[in-house]
């Protein structure tokens, strides 16, 4: 794989793929973080006297040019963090976006229309994304893929474009989630600990599964430890749990006893009768939970024993969030174990929405060592799979 540090790029005209799938409040960017992050990719080219090509996508327009799905308000905000002027080009390709691209000079940026306006980004067929892709191309001297939030995403703009651009390289971004993701797996400090947290065991079995025997603790949360309390026999009242993962979820815990992996589960829990409540009915709850009532968090003993399974840690790798902390009256538990992985020392790794979220809100977005921009992306990387956004770039470079 190659790397936009090591390329010239002086005179050049870049093709950066960014992820600017960023929430909207009308007109207004509400979350910028994924665009300050590709900051240093886009500086990078316009400082060495190249221009850009920037192109990303938002929402789900599925094919069709719909104005609320317009990159106006991204454009106007990103203008404002460059301190230049970021002009929108009515669509990604056709013969008025390479007259555009044309006319660019060095230290110009231009930014395409929604990627997804075009079907043909997302489409099923390998030859319809590269017929796409190579009119993404035309007219450019290299292709940056910066977006790693769509690294899993069979994508023209993330697959196709690098191998019909006449060179492709990983911009800073994709560096540093390559970097410390794939470092944090394949040669990790120990003692390695993994944090699962979130709503369904459904959606993280192949990250459990994957991780079995590779980390040395294993601290499941949120409510998929409702699941792994079921199947331990333990009734759980009211609490969201997955039923028919019961099996799954013994199965895990076995072949947790059989490897060198041991899992935590969280020793008390906060109840509640609804995601809505106030405050909590019980603030520190241990055995089986009362009809009616449901588990809304890890209570003050879980966060005791997590951060006594962190204490000495050398990685931490985080995902998933330990209860419904988007209620203040549950979100203890999760701004616990945030401070308490920092606490600890170890090289810090989250990745997610929610987690992302439960970091910042806990004061603490400088502390840990990296946050990862990708929700399936980061998932699918934990989960032990080849990532197409990246074997795309690994082909580019043995052209």
Request: aromatic fraction near 6%; charge should be negative.
């Amino acid at each position: 794989m190659l790397y936009l540090k090591d390329i010239p790029v002086s005179g050049k005209k870049v093709l950066v793929r960014v992820d600017y799938n960023v929430p909207l409040d009308g007109t207004r960017v509400t979350d910028d973080t994924r665009i300050r992050e590709s900051l240093p990719t886009l500086r990078h080219i316009l400082n060495a006297g190249g221009s850009i090509v920037l192109c990303c996508h938002l929402g789900q327009p599925k094919g069709e040019a719909k104005p609320e799905f317009s990159l106006a308000p991204v454009a106007a905000h990103l203008a404002g963090l460059l301190g230049i002027s970021v002009p929108l080009a009515d669509d990604c390709v056709g013969p008025e976006v390479q007259a555009k691209i044309a006319a660019l000079k060095p230290g110009e940026l231009l930014m395409l229309q929604n990627l997804r306006f075009h079907k043909a980004e997302t489409s099923k067929d390998p030859a319809e994304r590269m017929a796409f892709a190579k009119e993404l191309v035309a007219g450019l001297d290299l292709y940056v893929s910066d977006a790693f939030g769509v690294a899993h995403r069979p994508n023209a703009s993330v697959t196709e474009a690098p191998l019909a651009a006449p060179k492709a390289c990983a911009g800073f971004l994709m560096e540093k989630e390559w970097t410390y993701l794939h470092g944090a797996l394949s040669s990790p400090k120990r003692p390695f600990v993994a944090i699962s947290g979130g709503s369904k065991v459904s959606s993280k079995l192949g990250l459990l599964k994957n991780l079995l025997g590779k980390v040395d603790h294993l601290i499941i949360g949120g409510a998929m430890a409702n699941t792994f309390r079921l199947a331990q026999g333990i009734d759980m009242g009211a609490s969201l749990v997955e039923p028919d993962l019961v099996g799954e979820a013994k199965a895990i815990l076995d072949a947790a006893a059989d490897s060198l992996t041991h899992i935590h589960l969280p020793p008390d829990l906060v109840l509640a009768e609804s995601f809505k409540a106030a405050k909590a009915t019980v603030a520190s709850h241990t055995g089986p939970v009362p009809a009616g009532l449901m588990a809304l968090d890890i209570g003050p003993a879980s966060v005791e024993a997590f951060t006594y399974v962190l204490k000495g840690a050398g990685t931490v790798v985080w995902n998933g969030p330990m209860g419904a902390f988007e209620n203040p009256a549950f979100a203890a538990g999760s701004i616990g174990v945030a401070k308490a992985v920092v606490a600890c020392g170890a090289l810090s790794i989250a990745g997610g929405g929610d987690t992302d979220a439960v970091v910042h809100a806990a004061g603490l977005g400088d502390k840990f060592s990296f946050i990862s921009t990708g929700g399936g992306s980061f998932l699918e990387f934990l989960e032990g799979k080849e990532l197409p956004g990246f074997k795309a770039l690994e082909e580019a470079a043995r052209k």
